[in-house]
Every structure is written in structure tokens, then in C-alpha cells.
């Protein structure tokens, strides 16, 4: 079982930034793949990005040029550094992963509780 832990979402003002994080509860050189789900009230759940145990990150084009995906120097833990942020970014943001696949097309397997990014001013 995995078990994936988020922390840093917050209130900020439209062009702000914000760094969330997602632990792991095992070597994420386990995984074959983790990464980052928003839903927003009343929408559906929907993609923004991930990062394979190689390396290879992959982003929803909503949110390319402005968030990055990466690994920490934990080796547990992965990075959202979201950058030029607006409204619509506002989300609840779920940590996903998956040991075997692919999360781009379809969330893996593990799901983090989530943490509230809310983006006004």
C-alpha cells in the first residue's frame, strides 16, 4: 500500500506562486509514475501533471509554462512549483500515483487526501 501525504496549498493572489509537495510513503523510484490532479467545485476532475521514476515530465497544456514538475533531494518526495497563477487555477489539488503506468491519460492507483489552492484576489 502507498500512501501519499500533500502539503502546501494556500490562498494567493492572481500572478502569485505556490509550491506544493507530495510525500510518499515508499521510494518513489518505486513508482513507475506520480503527479498532480485538480478538481475545482463543480467540475470534474481533471489532469495537470506528471513526472516518471526516468524523469519524463508531462503537463496539461493549461498549465504548461507556468507549473513545474519535479523531484526533491528526499527521493520521497515530488514538487508542484506553480507559477503566474489565476483564478481558475483554484482546485482542490490531489497527489496521484501509480507503480506500473502511465498517469497522463488516466490517475494511477494512489490518491492523496488533497490540499486547497485558492487563487483570488
Known amino acids: 500500500q502507498v500512501q501519499l501525504k500533500e502539503s502546501g496549498g494556500g490562498l494567493v493572489q492572481p500572478g502569485g506562486s505556490l509550491t506544493l509537495s507530495c510525500l510518499a510513503s515508499?521510494?518513489?523510484?518505486?513508482?513507475?509514475?506520480m503527479g498532480w490532479y485538480r478538481q475545482a467545485p463543480g467540475k470534474q476532475r481533471e489532469y495537470v501533471a506528471a513526472?516518471?521514476?526516468?524523469?519524463?515530465?508531462n503537463y496539461a497544456d493549461s498549465v504548461k509554462g507556468r507549473f513545474t514538475i519535479s523531484i526533491a533531494n528526499t527521493k520521497n518526495t515530488i514538487i508542484l512549483q506553480m507559477n503566474s497563477l489565476k483564478p481558475e487555477d483554484t482546485a482542490l489539488y490531489h497527489c496521484n500515483a501509480d507503480l506500473f503506468r502511465s498517469i497522463v491519460t488516466s490517475p494511477g492507483v494512489y490518491w492523496g487526501q488533497g490540499t486547497q489552492v485558492t487563487v483570488s484576489s
Open positions: 515508499v521510494n518513489i523510484f518505486s513508482l513507475y509514475a
Open positions: 513526472i516518471t521514476r526516468g524523469g519524463t515530465t
